[in-house]
């Protein structure tokens, strides 16, 4: 133990050690073990049969399980040190040319005309789904803990130590899988909002339409109607 100042009173066995070092392999196991799956097509194919003898799946893959040159998302370097993020392979610290942001390039040291603008990391011949994989590594690393924590504080005011008894030495259940609600909430997320594509389906476009005032509707039934037409010109 290195590090003697107590982590958090709400859960006196949790350690600084343990939530740093948990974290850190956290990030490695998710972007490897992630780039492993991406090779198999049971884990990238979606199916609905149950066999008991199981085909082999065979599908047009989704993008992110190509490998491609994928730029690491700039924003992630804001929140650490300049000189660390400097550190890193492959970090390129990009400069605006005379204060103007639409004019970018790498920095040229002494050059008084560059000033920062960002830093860039080009990952080249990655799975997309990595990139996907290590944001949620960093989101159950810093923040899915909380959950836990705040289970502790329902245990703690209740004054019990576990939720049950299932699982001889770890309680019930419910302790094995406090941090899972709010990662399950992030995988939502994080999903709907930069994994999943948009999609058009007949009930979408049909739900979508009711939900239209009356003006509205007669404006895209004209649309259809000479798009219809055109079609058959």
Known sequence: KFIHRPFIALS????????????FFTLIFGWY???????????T????????????????LDPIFHKASS????????IFPAALVQIFPGVVNICAVEGDSTVLTPCVSGEPSHSHHHFELVLKDVYPVQIHALSLSLFASFVAPFGGFFASAIKR?????DFGSVLPGHGGMMDRMDCQFLMALCTWV???TFVKMATVSVPKMIYMYNLMKESEKAEFLKKITELTQGGKS
Not at 33 to 43: D, E, N, Q
Request: glycine residues 10%; hydrophobic residues 35%; proline residues 11%.
């Open 190 to 192: 994080h999903y709907n």
């Open 45 to 60: 194919c979606p199916t609905n049969k149950f066999q008991l003898f199981p085909e082999p799946l065979d599908c047009e």
């Open 12 to 23: 006196p066995n949790k350690t600084w050690e343990g939530f740093i070092g948990g974290g």
């Open 71 to 78: 730029i690491f998302p700039p924003q992630i370097f804001e």
């Open 157 to 161: 005011a209740y004054g019990i130590k």
């Open 33 to 43: 073990y992630s780039g492993f799956l991406a090779k198999y097509t049971w884990m």
